[in-house]
């Protein structure tokens, strides 16, 4: 990952768009997954469980996300 952010200055504008974009997601998907977890009180009336189930359905996509992210801008 440090490899990552050394030759962040090397790329392209593109490649360092897709780069922010990437990273951008990835907490999207990880703050979203935390409010379906942790915020009683939704406006959405949604069981916990099914709320907790979601949320950690996102939690998993986040980190294979992540997983790709990685491994793609590893190779480059």
Do not use: C, H
Not at 28 to 43: N, Q, R
């Amino acid at each position: 990952m440090n490899n990552i952010f050394n030759n962040f200055k090397q790329k392209s504008p593109k490649q360092r768009f897709l780069f922010v974009l990437g990273l951008v997601m990835i907490l999207a998907y990880l703050i979203i997954a935390s409010i379906f977890i942790f915020w009683e009180s939704m406006p959405v009336t949604v069981p916990y469980s099914n709320r907790l189930a979601f949320g950690a359905l996102l939690v998993v996509y986040a980190i294979f996300r992540f997983y790709r992210f990685n491994t793609t801008f590893k190779d480059e």
